[in-house]
């Protein structure tokens, strides 16, 4: 139990259009969903947190208006990053987190969104 | 405030023997504390979790970890090291309530040579 899924797994884009991640949680319930992007050797680093129904706290330096997150179910989150440039290419993990799913304070991961942007 | 110190990026060891990879955290209260293991392009895997219950854990492929609150410490062991080892190694440290960021250390390349 306690799978997140992520569709696509990768995608290429060009510079100046937008692309929309989804993150599933695919046998629970997730009151709380996060998004990450990991940098290549680098560690992840929180974007922001959503909790459904409401709008997403994002972490300080990330712009809200470029990476758009909708948390609309207790079982899908989306993050739209809009108006892409190449430097926004990088891995986009998500996370999900279900006090009922064995310890509340464990976050179940999706398995990664490659985005290159070209 | 909580963070994660990983004390080494990089860690080499032969192939059969030991690994050892250490972590260290600060939290004003009861942390939760996680190690995730990433292979390349790949996402992240559970490897074993602390939350309160046991100081020794024990985690999958032969890992294990013990917390040490007098040290801060989380550090993760392994007897005899496989190739298949060869990853990313993240020390995660979270809060108490079901709403807390977890905060990612970051993070240690494991090589193992054969």
């Known amino acids: 139990g306690a799978v997140v899924s992520q569709h696509p797994s990768w995608v290429i884009c060009k510079s100046g259009t937008s692309v929309k991640i989804e993150c599933r949680s695919l046998d629970f319930q997730a009151t709380t969903m996060f998004w990450y992007r990991q940098f290549p050797k680098q560690s992840l680093m929180l974007m922001a947190t959503s909790n459904e129904g409401s709008k997403a706290t994002y972490e300080q330096g990330v712009e809200k208006d470029k990476f758009l997150i909708n948390h609309a179910s207790l079982t899908l989150s989306t993050l739209t990053v809009t108006s892409a440039h190449p430097e926004d290419s990088s891995f986009y993990i998500c996370?999900?987190?279900?006090?009922?799913?064995?310890?509340?304070?464990?976050?179940?991961f999706g398995p990664g969104t490659r985005l290159t942007v070209t | 405030a909580q963070s994660v110190t990983q004390l080494d990026s990089h860690v080499s060891v032969s192939e059969g023997t030991p690994v050892l990879l250490r972590c260290n955290y600060s939290?004003?209260?009861?942390?939760?504390l996680f190690w995730y293991v990433q292979h390349p392009n790949k996402g992240l895997q559970l490897l074993l979790k602390y939350t309160s219950a046991a100081t020794l854990v024990k985690g999958i492929n032969g890992f294990e970890a013990e917390f040490k609150k007098s040290e801060t410490s989380f550090h993760l062991t392994k007897p005899s090291a496989h190739m298949s080892d060869a990853a990313e190694y993240f020390c995660?440290?979270?809060?108490?309530?079901?709403?807390?960021?977890?905060?990612f250390g970051p993070g240690t390349s494991l090589s193992v040579i054969p």
């Open positions: 995660v440290v979270s809060g108490d309530t079901s709403y807390d960021k977890v905060i």
């Open positions: 939290s004003s209260y009861s942390p939760s």
């Open positions: 996370s999900a987190k279900a006090p009922e799913q064995g310890s509340p304070y464990e976050q179940y």
